[in-house]
């Protein structure tokens, strides 16, 4: 039986482990065993490596190393092995195992690779790799998350927020939280999340009536005292739903305010939000035993943000959550958590950790002359003590460190930019899928697009607009303030009504463009039509019988209803900002040797007339060139834009944020 024997290499920094594992560029042809990782899990109980061979281009060989490990040795997350893999390990599939050597003190020295005796070999000695695998230099060619990967190693993964779907909804935080934990559990990781038991005295109190209680309460410090919480719980698609309890997430409104505004106790609603999620881990035995210390908290936006902080200064110093790591998620920048500095007491922290969250505001930014400015602000104290920064998309990661786009936390955010990324969101294509949509009133595909004008020719109908199908139908879905561009839409609306198109717009939000959209709509009688509040099926039929969904958002961390419009042959035409330009990609009529590529089309600045010209190359191009159109419609719809992909890209930051000590002050 042929032997192979190697030393191993020195170790790599985490700057290299992290460029080789996102297949980036390496240095030298050969892959090195980075024992970093190595060296983690072999004094955890690590019992084999395995190694992969694989044909370079020129000929050679490289390899690619697995850890199979103990389960339990693991401390945050464990092994998880298939059939496929336990075969290589035995042989079964051209596999070779590798057995130490060590010296006369027990110390291992190296390592004796083994071929299995029906795995080829030539005339040289050297071992045949097996058909079936992919090069080493193709797997790291490209990026995590456009192709499915094995899960390796599984997390115990906590998510804080305000608010997930179809529990509580404002937004898409909401709809982030309420997927991205399902696509987690269903790649192996074991799932918590954690969010407010809000009750409304509405039909929406319904939604949380499969939760029971655990009859765990439990005691938590701030605001000065003693405050007790209980804990509500639901298993469903394979995530640990928890609610978190206390009267003050019992008032009629939203999760964060009502027809008066913002509720005047959201300090203290959320710090006790996130006091409770650092205890949920610990004392709630789901499904028979807790999450325990190990794990990974995915913190989501300023209500959350105080859950890296506590751990930092309440915990770790104890020995409780050592091996914990902490993500943040940023989905909207703009709010921060921001309060009187007087209100630090109120937030459970020791004395000595005001410089997490203080802030001072900008001279141009206070109410008066002797306003020192000085205020806690809880966004950027997670920013300080979270082991990672995420973003909803990439555009946004880039965005939040400009001056503009920053919000007063770009010189922080640049300063902590090596352990920032962004991810775009996913969208639930079970949800939003036109072949099997029972909001719409004909099925349709990317091979089969006869329905859509159907749907179009309905949805005219229904809102009374002359039936025209080969008009051009421009549609919006969305907020109704200064964010998403409405400004833009109201001052172009004169000049856009003079052409033959229609247009029909869906939101509520700032009263006067309500009042706006209800004056365009006896202005343009036939042109236009506002639908004043949001209704569920009608946004799905606008986003299956409009031609062009219109979005001049000023600033979108990431956009949803682009990416429902794409699924739906719906061309966005956007404003080139954030996740908007990361997804829409501009129409290329000439590209790929005139078979053109694109999904719509951006366009920057945000001016009236910038707008309306793109509007117009939108419009001649349905009209002139029906060829073109069906391909940017079909390139739009068979586009990857499910949570899996997203989920992928995740597990690699989580990966990340373990290469490096948690934060400690």
Known sequence: MEALTFALALPCEPSSICSEKAGLSSPGAGRRLCLVSMRRWMTKGASSLALRRSVTANGGTDHEYDVIGDPQSQGSFSAVEDEKKKKKMSGGENGLVMDAERDSSGSIVGYQLVSPPQTGVDGNGVVSPPEDLHTVEAEEAEEVGPKEMETRVTYNVVFVTSEAAPYSK???????????????????????????????????????????????????????????????????????????????????????????????DNQFRFTLLCHAACEAPLVLPLGGFTYGENCLFLVNDWHASLVPIILAAKYRPYGV?????????????????????????????????????????????????????????????????????LTVSQGYSWEITTSEGGYGLHELLSSRKFVLNGITNGIDVKEWN??????????????????????KTALQKELGLPIKPDCPLIGFIGRLDYQKGIDIIRSATPELMEDDIQFVMLGSGDHQYENWMRLAESTYREKFRGWVGFNVPISHRITAGCDILLMPSRFEPCGLNQLYAMRYGTIPVVHATGGL????QNFKPYAQEGKSEGTGWTFSPLTKESMLSALRTAIRTYRGHKASWEGLMKRGME???????????????????FLDPPYVK
């Open 639 to 657: 586009k990857d834009f499910t949570w899996e992909n997203a989920a992928i890209q995740y597990e690699q930051v989580f990966h990340w944020a």
């Open 434 to 455: 036109p072949s099997t949509d029972e909001h719409i009133c004909s099925h349709y595909s990317s091979t089969d697009l006869s329905g859509k004008v159907l749907c």
């Open 170 to 264: 404002t937004g898409g935080l909401g709809d982030v939280c309420g997927s991205l934990p399902i696509a987690l559990a269903a790649r192996g990781h074991r799932v918590m999340v954690v969010s407010p038991r809000y009750l409304n005295g509405t039909s929406t109190d319904e939604n949380c009536a499969g939760a029971v209680d655990l009859k765990c309460p439990t005691k938590v410090y701030c605001f000065g005292g003693i405050q007790e919480v209980g804990f509500f719980h639901e298993y469903r698609k394979g995530v640990d739903w928890v609610f978190v309890n206390h009267p003050s997430y019992h008032r009629p409104g939203n999760p964060y305010g009502d027809v008066h505004g913002a509720f005047g």
């Open 321 to 389: 959550y050592k091996d914990s790591r902490c993500i943040l998620v940023i989905h909207n920048l703009a709010h921060q958590g921001v309060e009187a500095a007087a209100t630090y007491k109120n937030l459970g922290l020791p004395s000595e950790w005001y410089g997490a969250v203080g802030w001072i505001f900008p001279t141009w930014a206070r109410t008066h002359a002797l306003d020192t400015g000085e205020a806690v602000n809880l966004l950027k104290g997670a920013i300080v003590t979270a082991d990672r920064i």
């Open 581 to 584: 330009r990361d997804t829409v």
